[in-house]
């Protein structure tokens, strides 16, 4: 074999070698990505790029951005956890519900009207508040220069349990004021009671009004109107300064068996979030409202009376006369003389004759 045939193939062979091969290709591919990196960097020959290499340049760039993003956002919420050390998720709105089987989601006020009266607003506050009721709205339809009270009530105006509604000279007609209460609170409330300030509301075996009134039997009453029960003067002749419900623990003996013509009228309690309606008279409300007694059964009206309920469950202690000395100051503020001798009658009637 000749020399110049060897040389060929030990040239052949160098050139065919597996690790220069190998050499040459990364070589390759390094100059390609070189050229690559130069092409973005520079902003030169861009047409060169392939699509396939814009595209991952593309993703590349977003899942970067991406990364960041979260990692900021995880940050900051560990750096505001850290420095608010009483931080809570805010709970969800609950949307409204009226008139739950809960008792204790009842929103109760009550309406009354005082007029020379200020003995007994304490008592008064202090009993509803402490059954359940929430607010108490005071119409004070005193004279212009007459007793006021603001003094006396201030600690629960200012904790925003009993407001104050400045009646003074106006007209002092309890349909008129109790209707003002009507129309500015009946869609705030689930239930607006229209009491006295000497009427007091008795529930047998429950001194919680929520717990009575988001009872099942009153869940189709619009309205609830309870008796009165008269508490004669006791044969008191003159006033201490001890509670109504103390000083005059009896009753008018007929009430109980239904002998006194008195017992039958009756004040309304008002379901909350119905229609709206003008109360003119407060014993017997709209006819279009669905009334109850106070055993959820419907009620049937005789005039402005209801007959034949008892005083076994649920009704009204109405201390009307007080003693014989508070008797007679409540007639000087009276100036009809039909509804002045109407009284003096009532009076007689309920009570015995003493000195």
């Given amino acids: 074999m000749s020399s110049n045939n060897i040389n060929v193939k030990i040239s052949d062979i160098k050139d065919t070698n597996p690790i220069k091969s190998e050499t040459s290709t990364k070589n390759k591919k390094i100059q390609k990505q070189d050229e690559i990196y130069h092409l973005i960097n520079t902003g030169t020959d861009k047409k060169k790029l392939t699509l396939k290499t814009k595209i991952l340049v593309t993703f590349e760039l977003s899942f970067l951005t991406l990364t960041f993003i979260l990692v900021f956002r995880k940050a900051m919420i560990y750096l505001l956890k850290k420095n608010t050390k009483e931080i809570e998720e805010l709970p969800k709105p609950k949307k409204k519900q009226i008139f739950k089987s809960s008792s204790n989601l009842l929103n109760i006020c009550i309406c009354t009207y005082v007029k020379n009266q200020n003995v007994y607003i304490t008592e008064f506050i202090e009993f509803y508040q402490k059954i359940g009721v929430n607010k108490i709205f005071l119409y004070?339809?005193?004279?212009?220069?007459?007793?006021k009270f603001n003094d006396l009530v201030k600690e629960y105006i200012d904790n925003n349990t009993v407001e104050i509604i400045d009646w003074r000279g106006k007209n002092n007609e309890n349909e008129i004021m109790m209707n003002d209460c009507y129309k500015n609170n009946y869609n705030k409330y689930d239930w607006l009671i229209f009491y006295s300030i000497d009427e007091y509301i008795h529930i047998k075996d429950n001194n919680d009004i929520k717990s009575f009134l988001s009872e099942q039997k009153f869940d189709n009453c619009e309205c609830i109107y309870l008796n009165w029960l008269f508490?004669?003067?006791?044969?008191?002749?003159?006033?201490?300064?001890?509670?109504?419900?103390?000083?005059?623990?009896?009753?008018?003996?007929?009430?109980?068996?239904?002998?006194?013509?008195?017992?039958?009228?009756?004040?309304?309690?008002?379901?909350?979030?119905?229609?709206?309606?003008?109360?003119?008279?407060?014993?017997?409300?709209?006819?279009?409202?669905k009334g109850c007694d106070g055993n959820g059964k419907k009620v049937i009206f005789n005039g402005n009376e209801i007959k034949g309920n008892d005083f076994e469950n649920n009704y009204i202690d109405y201390y009307w006369c007080k003693s014989t000395e508070e008797f007679i100051k409540q007639l000087n503020d009276i100036k009809n003389e039909q509804l002045k001798n109407e009284s003096i009658y009532q009076y007689f009637s309920l009570n015995e004759i003493n000195e």
């Fill in 140 to 147: 004070d339809n005193n004279d212009e220069n007459g007793e």
């Fill in 231 to 289: 508490h004669t003067d006791n044969n008191i002749l003159n006033y201490d300064n001890n509670t109504l419900q103390s000083r005059f623990p009896l009753s008018e003996t007929q009430s109980l068996n239904n002998g006194s013509h008195i017992k039958h009228f009756v004040k309304p309690i008002i379901k909350g979030h119905g229609m709206l309606f003008d109360i003119t008279n407060l014993y017997k409300l709209s006819d279009s409202l």
